[in-house]
């Protein structure tokens, strides 16, 4: 049976609503539909995530809707050799005509089994296999499908095409997107993207692949030692072929290292190809600053270019001042250049007014295009008027500060973050007894977004004279409360007046809460992560003598928490009762910097009232799934109170 969201329809203008590492498993049944992330997630609980959407010819099983990850993130994704994961592998299998945007996928773990040994003719002593194409959010993305603003951390290995973010890019648009994955490849490696191409094909269509204003700061290795001249590690791009591809805007500053200098290594791209006359640029306004080791042929920008006879590769203004090292061919911006087929071919590579830093090219340089591009020495290459015809007002800037003193793009970011503040969130719910004396909260997340909860209590009676005159902390007091006196016992009168009790009108963020005439007890806590900022704010509310718990989430970057994302009901034990009061707290533990980090569900407290009994339950729960049975803590009957001590949680607090 197709996974069932429980917010939003699939379409345009209402997507299904992405809150939980469920829903995310759930988009696979629903391929063709348009989708919207509303929390962080962590895949933790997955060992092997099986990708979503797959390619195989003519069946259409390819993801083909939208997935707006709305600046959240997906965290530990995790995918390890299976029988259904062997080909396009990532958090998406394959994707056609698609978008894919906003999403940031952080501490990425994908593993190809290609053994623990193995030596440089690329046979594996335990006989291992890899995957056919490897990317942390695609292996497979064809068929003018756009990548928007996605970016990926973690570890990739194991792929004939491997790239940090995406495997195989076939006629699609990748824009604002980066990548500071460590990537280990078979035969085709990039830092970003591992293989890329666009297409003319009556059968398919004419789709262009365009690649601009991404970047990638990764790793970049080939396990594979066999093969000489069939490996091709790019720090931005491993393999592109260029007759419907165009690349502009981009920078890598990879590390790249061919151990077994048997392939083609360069800071943009392992190799380029062009099998047909463009009247376009080729390549515009790139540069990388990578650090480069081994390889059979190692250039700043590129380290094979293979064209047909005739035809005119053309680089315009871009620069490398890539470091390199290696024992086999080397050129500032391109290390070889070759006709299709393999013969050597030094003409008609255009090369407009671009540069290469000469103090990072090895002098005895085994290749024979070392000349190709211009050479300046590191101080010319930090200085402006270097850069003949460069557009220094809306594409480029440079700045002794920013870049280390070298050309920089204008769309890149050099803000310092802010300094490192630990923080601890205040504890919103002051015990019980305090509730009805204190009518209001604050909690002051930012300059712009103050947050005031007020706390109603009416009708009241004998349960909170008990439960907060003597203690407001249940678990520490529970034989108190056992042995304590009725509800209207002279040592503790109820003294209640309707000044004393608050409005029960009260607003959170601008939205009404409690209506005059209801039961308005409410309590609130939030929730935090592992840096201590605010993730959401639960509200727990009795409505109509019903338990709600709401989930308010913030509008980033605004940090505004006005809307409720998802609400549940308390899991009411006794049929007929009333729930005449909530609490709701998270627990969680302090990391070595001091910073709390929320558990992933809250402690909820409250009291169901029955014809002559108030009974106190507690439960572990996040609203999802079936709720863990609620655990008894105690009872008020009659005017007296008793305990229950058995199951309880002696670590929770009120």
């Not at 049944?29 to 997955?46: K, N, R, T, V």
């Not at 259904?84 to 999403?103: D, E, M």
């Not at 990537?183 to 970003?192: D, H, P, Y």
């Not at 010319?380 to 220094?392: G, L, N, P, R, V």
Request: glycine share 12%; net charge negative.
């Amino acid at each position: 049976m197709p996974y069932t969201f429980t917010h939003g329809a699939g379409t345009e203008a209402d997507p299904y609503q992405v809150w939980t590492a469920a829903d995310l498993n759930g988009v696979r049944d629903h391929l063709s539909a348009h989708f919207i992330q509303m929390a962080d997630i962590d895949l933790s609980g997955y060992e092997a995530w099986e990708p979503i959407g797959t390619y195989e010819y003519g069946q259409e099983l390819e993801f083909r809707g939208i997935y707006d990850g709305n600046g959240h993130t997906i965290r530990h994704l995790k995918i390890n050799p299976s029988i259904y994961n062997r080909g396009c592998v990532g958090l998406f299998g394959a994707t056609n005509n698609a978008v894919i945007k906003n999403l940031d996928l952080i501490d990425v773990d994908i593993s190809g089994d290609i053994g623990e040994v193995f030596d440089k003719s690329g046979f594996y002593e335990d006989g291992g296999w890899i995957y056919d194409s490897v990317g942390a959010l695609a292996g497979f993305v064809f068929c003018n499908t756009d990548i928007i603003n996605c970016s990926s951390t973690g570890n990739l290995t194991g792929g004939y095409i491997a790239g940090g973010l995406l495997g195989e890019v076939a006629g699609s648009n990748i824009s604002y997107c980066h990548s500071s994955a460590s990537v280990t490849g078979r035969s085709v490696a990039g830092g970003l993207i591992g293989l890329a191409y666009g297409y003319d094909d009556p059968n398919v269509g004419n789709d262009y692949c365009c690649v601009s204003s991404c970047y990638s700061t990764g790793s970049v290795t080939s396990y594979w030692g066999g093969g000489r001249g069939e490996k091709f590690l790019g720090g931005l791009v491993g393999s592109i072929t260029m007759d419907y591809a165009r690349v502009f805007n981009c920078y890598s500053t990879s590390t790249l290292l061919d151990r077994y200098d048997s392939g083609y290594v360069g800071g943009l791209f392992g190799v380029a190809s062009l099998e047909r006359e463009t009247e376009e640029y080729n390549v515009l306004n790139c540069y990388s600053i990578c650090d480069i080791s081994g390889g059979m042929a190692s250039g700043g920008l590129i380290g094979l270019l293979e064209k047909k006879a005739g035809f005119t590769f053309t680089i315009c203004n871009c620069y490398s001042a890539s470091s390199i090292s290696s024992m086999g061919a080397v050129g500032g911006l391109i290390a070889s250049l070759e006709i299709l087929g393999g013969k050597p071919d030094p003409e008609n590579a255009i090369i407009i007014s671009s540069y290469y830093d000469s103090d990072k090219v090895p002098e005895c340089e085994g290749g024979s295009h070392i000349d190709k591009g211009t050479p300046k020495t590191t101080a010319e290459m930090k200085t402006q008027s270097t850069y003949t015809d460069w557009d220094f007002e809306t594409i480029w800037a440079i700045d002794p500060a920013k870049n280390d003193g070298y050309p920089y793009l204008l769309w890149q970011s050099f803000e310092e973050p802010e300094p490192f503040q630990p923080w601890t969130p205040p504890k919103l719910e002051p015990s019980w007894w305090e509730g009805f004396k204190l009518p209001f909260n604050i909690l002051e997340l930012d300059d712009d977004a103050p947050i005031a909860i007020q706390r109603n209590f009416k009708e009241i009676e004998h349960f909170i004279n008990i439960l907060g005159r003597i203690s407001g902390e249940i678990k520490d007091s529970i034989g108190q409360l056992a042995a304590a006196a009725g509800g209207e016992s002279s040592e503790y009168p109820i003294e209640w007046s309707d000044e004393d009790v608050p409005s029960t009108d009260s607003n959170f963020a601008g939205y009404l809460l409690g209506k005059e005439g209801q039961m308005g007890s409410i309590d609130a806590s939030i929730k935090t992560d592992e840096f201590g900022g605010i993730n959401e704010v639960w509200i727990a509310r009795v409505i109509d003598r019903r338990g709600i718990v709401e989930i308010y989430d913030s509008d980033a970057p605004e940090h505004i928490f006005r809307t409720v994302a998802r609400e549940f009901n308390l899991p009411i034990v006794n049929l007929g009762a009333e729930i005449v009061d909530v609490a709701i707290e998270f627990d969680g533990t302090y990391n070595q910097y001091g910073i709390f980090i929320s558990d992933a569900a809250p402690d909820l407290f409250w009291v169901e009232r029955t014809s002559d009994e108030d009974i106190i339950y507690s439960v572990k729960w996040n609203g999802t799934g079936t709720p863990p049975e609620p655990i008894e803590l105690a009872r008020a009957y009659l005017g007296n109170l008793y305990g229950r001590s058995r199951d309880l949680d002696s670590s929770i607090t009120v």
